[in-house]
């Protein structure tokens, strides 16, 4: 019943590039959101399928939603769905402003009420590479986003970790100014995520690769309060 065999296989109308969606989220109303990016523009993508795996047309623009964060390349880490079906994603920003979050309507439309950027955004003040990156909506309801970072230039040796308020705003009473970095000082982070604890605090894994030796994994807990 699914699109006819099982598979579908959507792309927005009439653009003739390579889609990279790795991010899938189902809707109160069952209707599932897909989002990544599109190669080689690198506009953030994301698109809304009804139960049966064809685009809903009555989603964004034809079914989709392209943009490019702060007019620059990027991509969607992370897709939460909120109580009203809007969409709040976690963002990759491949221009230079880092780690971030916007949010759309459940008509697929960037809700300029959120974020402090006055585009329905917000970006931790941190520099790296950034690819490597998770989003996840506290018990408070408050976002704690983290990933890689490059503070240091090495080419994301760092632990990244920022939270904003409900709002999308930062939270400046977070680490410093809403955001800190933490090096572990034994290679590069890749695959990062993040989970809150029951006592309320967060905790960070990833696979550290080393400078010399084998790949292992990293784990970083950081207080909430």
Known sequence: TFDGDGFAFPKPSGVNVEQAVGMVAIQSDDKILIAGNDNPVRNVLVGRLSENGSVDASYSTGGWYR???????GSIRKVLIGPDDDATLGLYCSGGCGLGIARLTDEGLLDLTFGSDDDGSTYMPVSGPGREFDLVQTSDGLYVASGQADQQGNSGDEIAIGRF?????????????????????LGQIKTVSIVQVPSGDVVV?????????????????YLTQ
Not at 67 to 73: D, L, S, Y
Request: hydrophobic letters at 25%; aromatic letters at 4%.
């Open 67 to 73: 943009a490019k964060p702060e007019n620059q390349g």
């Open 165 to 185: 308020d409900i709002d999308g705003t930062t939270d400046s009473s977070f680490g410093t100014d809403g955001s800190t970095v933490t090096d572990p000082g």
């Open 205 to 221: 894994s990833g696979t550290l690769i080393p400078r010399t030796g084998t790949k292992k994994f990293v784990l970083a807990a």
